[in-house]
């Protein structure tokens, strides 16, 4: 199909549930080195137990293709190494990238684990890329690192990329942790394209891959078939000078009483441009007697949000936890017998990994009452307009947008002014899931 670059899944060549010792007739060795000088289809006799290294970069070379795989490997060490575990080698979570001509480019080895007994963590942070004749230079991680500062965040400033290729087998988690969902929001927020290959295992919610620009998503996400599926999609390349939003995050926080004139969005300055000082819209009607709608505590993601529920065609809605306050405006034409609520949390998230999150997310409750906010949801039609914010403390903002089927949508709007970070929408493409600032505050980790 003339494709240039072709990247597979994790733990597709090995499978799961391995102990160390079980895995161990499957590992490779790889030599961990950029150098470029190993040619694996060409030169096997270089280096023992390359069986499956080997394979691969005859694959690329018989098609001219760069491929990037994920395998087991193995190195051996001193027992001088105070990390060296006791059977006498590192076993890691390895990606390989190789080029059109068979030559081994880059090696990753997977920093952040998640529950994978099998493996070891590396003693420093890889941060690994590889040059491409076509779209200049590829950066490399795997899985569970996308949630974190090492290595994904700093490879990508730190080196400046544009393109990232990202094998995954990510177990789904609704309403905030969709695979195709947080992919689309990696790209949006770094304003990088992603080649994301997830596994494609319905019974472990394994499911979810993508070819993923900041602006337009080519995805595979079916939980009913056992079939996989090759996406193929022709993408622009984005040029390294390009400023990421990150880029103008920051200097939006530098900048924190810029005037609202500077701002682009025309059909937002009424609502976001709020001076510091001022009270922030979202408290009361202009009446000033109505009742807001009663906060509530409800678990989602395994953390405790406190909610309060979106009645009514239209409305103007705050909620708060420690420092964090999201506010949100909306409107919809039609009532639907479905309940949403908006919910804010600012806090360790401690369970499968522990990683620091401030989240502000309008989300569909998975029945009518309060308790069931935070369920699973997979299927919605309520079309809702509305505008998102919160007073964000770092600069790290993942804008969700999910609708219903699992499907990605776009925001209209969205970006900092005045030391909020908002998301904007005039009308979903089909009905409204999650609509989410997730924030990820790195240093309280």
Not at 197 to 214: E, R
Not at 262 to 268: A, Q, Y
Not at 359 to 380: N, Y
Not at 401 to 429: E, P, Q, V
Request: net charge negative; proline share 5%.
């Amino acid at each position: 199909q003339g494709a240039q670059i072709i990247v597979f899944p994790e733990d597709g060549i090995h499978g799961f549930n391995f102990t160390r010792s079980s895995i161990y007739p499957y590992l490779d060795f790889v030599p961990h080195s950029h150098s470029g000088k190993w040619n694996p289809c060409r030169e096997p006799y270089l280096f023992n137990d390359t069986e499956v290294v080997q394979r691969l970069s005859c694959m690329a070379l018989r098609n001219r293709i760069f491929l990037v795989a994920n395998l087991g490997s193995k190195q051996p060490c001193e027992r001088a190494d105070p990390r060296c575990p006791s059977d006498g080698r590192y076993q890691f979570n390895t990606n390989v990238a190789l080029g059109a001509d068979g030559t081994l480019l880059a090696t990753y080895r997977k920093h952040n684990l998640y529950f994978e007994h099998a493996f070891d963590t590396p003693a420093e942070p890889d941060h690994a890329f590889f040059d491409t004749p076509f779209a200049g230079k590829f950066g490399i991680f795997t899985c569970f690192d996308i949630l974190f500062f090492e290595p994904a965040v700093n490879l990508i400033r730190q080196y400046n990329l544009k393109q990232i290729v990202y094998p995954t087998a990510w177990m789904n988690q609704l309403p905030l942790l969709s695979a195709v969902e947080f992919q689309q929001a990696f790209a949006t927020a770094f304003n990088v394209n992603v080649l994301a290959a997830n596994i494609h295992h319905p019974t472990l919610g394994m499911t979810g891959s993508g070819i993923y620009t900041p602006v337009k998503s080519f995805i595979y996400h079916n939980m009913e078939s056992y079939g996989g599926k090759l996406i193929v999609a022709e993408i622009p390349v984005i040029s390294t000078d390009y400023k990421t939003n990150l880029d103008s995050n920051e200097r939006f926080r530098e900048n924190l009483h810029d005037s609202c004139r500077t701002f682009t969005s025309t059909s937002l300055d009424n609502e976001v441009c709020f001076k510091e000082q001022e009270e922030t819209p979202g408290r009361v009607s202009e009446k000033g007697k109505e009742q807001p709608p009663p906060s509530f505590y409800a678990e989602m993601m395994y953390d405790n949000f406190t909610f309060v529920p979106v009645w009514g065609e239209k409305g103007e809605l705050q909620v708060c936890a420690n420092t964090l306050c999201c506010y949100l405006n909306y409107g919809r034409a039609v009532l639907t017998d479905e309940l949403y609520a908006l919910g804010v949390f600012d806090g360790l998230h401690t369970v499968h990994g522990t990683y620091y999150v401030q989240a502000c997310a309008l989300v569909k409750c998975g029945g009518l009452s309060f308790s069931t906010c935070g369920q699973e949801v997979t299927d919605a039609t309520a079309l809702i307009d509305f505008q998102l914010w919160g007073n964000m403390s770092t600069p790290y903002i993942f804008p969700l947008l999910l609708t219903s089927g699992i499907t990605l949508d776009f925001a209209d709007h969205m970006g900092w002014k005045n030391n909020h970070y908002f998301l904007s929408k005039n009308r979903t493409s089909s009905g409204l899931l999650t609509a989410a600032l997730y924030g990820r505050w790195y240093e309280k980790d």
